[in-house]
């Protein structure tokens, strides 16, 4: 019955592990919730009084597909001041989140055949959107050695005559890795040199610590008309639910997701998109506070992890989550996750959902109280002084 398409896409690896933290809450557990994947703020105040404004002003029917001309103006102004690169809003779409302009720019941009580059570990959708184009992902290892730095010359190996797309991740989910413009500038050159298109999923930028700078590709020369630039709502400003992300990118390849998008979603809630200008024009000092508290958080959560005997663990410098190495316990990384469920009680992401260079890792999300990140390191320690021996060395 189903095509051969959707049956080739595999449902998310967590999810048997997230409906077992569920039923265990639902029996009235406490599970401390490292797997989160979202701020534990509540979107900034001013910005639903926007969207409370613009339903009251009845702001309720359709609006163009490539979002409303005045939020489009406000989205190239921020990337022309905070990323260094000059759009006019012609070469901008408003999608219902960043995760659908990730899928419209790949299914506009690679034909079936088509090899597409992934940094691994990946954030889980983009093999599946590159699977649903019918094009062919290609992974590209970073390691635990190199801070988990993508590096020009790794991609360099593993482009052929069929690679037509890079995906970056800087910030990155899972790793926290953030790319230094030395790495980015290196990384544009390889494309240049290789005639590659580069999507650049930038979700997390404002989630950078110790003085890391987020550099965005699109702004270094020459780049700009082969790169489609994408960013959202949902982790800055708290916003996961309301469902609003961007892309920017040459002009013919935003009119391409927009027709696309004309014809599937039609277009952003249109309330949402008003309260979006208000994320964009508005006060930043909740970002900065939220920025603020997940470093603290960040510093401790990873000092606490490294006082976990034979654990080793980066010190993430972008995103909300920390990518330990637990592999003295388990290389098997859903066997660890499921164990530290059920018998210490926290939800963690193993890392192995993440690509094979994740495996024998976890993900833990800092998005949570510190109390949380007390108790959750507290539990996994006394948890794994019982872990069974016989594992850590399969
Ligand atoms: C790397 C990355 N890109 C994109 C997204 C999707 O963001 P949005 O909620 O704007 O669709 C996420 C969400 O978890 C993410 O981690």
Partial sequence: ???????????????????????????????????????????????????VKALEEDFIYYTPAAGIPELREAIAEKLE?????????????????????????????????????????????YPAMVELAEARAVFVPTYEEDGFRLLAEAIAEKITRRTKL????????????????EDVRAIAEVCQDHGIFVLSDEIYEYMVYDGAEHVSIASLEGMKERVVTVNGFSKAYSMTGWRIGYAAGPREVIKAMTRLQAHSVSNVTSFVQRAAIEALRGSQEEVKRMVEAFDQRRRYMV????????????MPRGAFYAFPNFSAYDRDSFRLANYLLDKAGV????????????????????????????????????????????????
């Avoid at 051969?4 to 406490?30: D, N, W």
């Avoid at 963690?348 to 109280?369: D, H, K, M, N, Q």
């Avoid at 108790?375 to 996994?380: L, P, T, V, Y």
Wanted: aromatic share 6%; glycine share 8%.
């Fill in 166 to 181: 890079l995906i970056l991740n800087s910030p990155c989910n899972p790793t926290g890795a953030v790319l230094g413009r």
């Fill in 347 to 394: 939800a963690t992401v193993p890392g192995a959902a993440f690509g094979s260079e994740g495996e024998g890792y976890l993900r833990l999300s800092y998005a949570t109280s510190m109390e949380n990140i007390r108790e959750g390191i507290a539990r996994i320690k006394r948890a794994l002084e019982r872990y069974p021996k016989k594992f850590s060395g399969s």
């Fill in 81 to 125: 001041r905070e990323n260094g690169i000059c759009y006019d809003s012609e070469e901008i779409v408003v999608t219902p989140g960043a995760k659908m302009a990730l899928y419209a720019a790949i299914q506009v941009l690679v034909e079936r055949g088509d090899e597409v580059l992934i940094p691994s570990p990946w954030w889980v959708s």
């Fill in 303 to 314: 000092e606490e992890l490294r006082s976990i005997p034979r654990v080793s663990c980066v």
């Fill in 1 to 51: 019955m189903l095509s051969e398409r959707i049956r080739r896409v595999q449902p998310s690896a967590t999810l048997e592990i997230t409906a077992k933290a569920k039923a265990l809450r639902a029996q009235g557990k406490k599970v401390i919730p490292f797997g989160a994947g979202e701020p534990d703020f509540s979107t900034p105040a001013h910005i639903k009084r926007a969207l």
